[in-house]
C-alpha cells in the first residue's frame, strides 16, 4: 500500500492524525498534513508506505477526509 496527500488542497481539520496517528501528523510549519518521517518515500512529507499495522486506519483516513485528499493505491 502506498500513501499519497494532496497537501495544497489540506483543510488541516485533524482527520487524519486523529485517526491514524501512526501515520499522518500535523506538520508545525504549514499546519497541514503529512506522513511521519519513518514512512515517507524517499523523503517526501506527502507520500509513504505504511506499516501492515497501519493499512486499516490508512484507509479510514482516506476515507473520512472531508476534502478526500488522501489517495491510496496498492
Not at 21 to 27: A, I, Q, T, Y
Not at 29 to 34: G, K
Not at 35 to 42: A, D, G, M, Q
Request: one cysteine or more; glycine letters at 6%.
Amino acid at each position: 500500500m502506498q500513501v499519497k496527500i494532496d497537501r495544497k488542497e489540506c483543510t488541516s481539520c485533524g482527520s487524519c492524525w486523529d485517526t491514524c496517528p501512526g501515520l499522518f501528523e500535523e506538520n508545525k510549519n504549514d499546519s497541514f498534513s503529512q506522513i511521519i518521517e519513518h514512512y515517507r518515500i524517499h523523503g517526501s512529507i506527502a507520500e509513504g508506505i505504511p506499516a501492515p499495522e497501519f493499512e486499516d486506519c490508512a484507509a479510514e483516513a482516506s476515507d473520512s477526509c472531508p476534502v478526500q485528499i488522501i489517495e491510496i493505491t496498492e
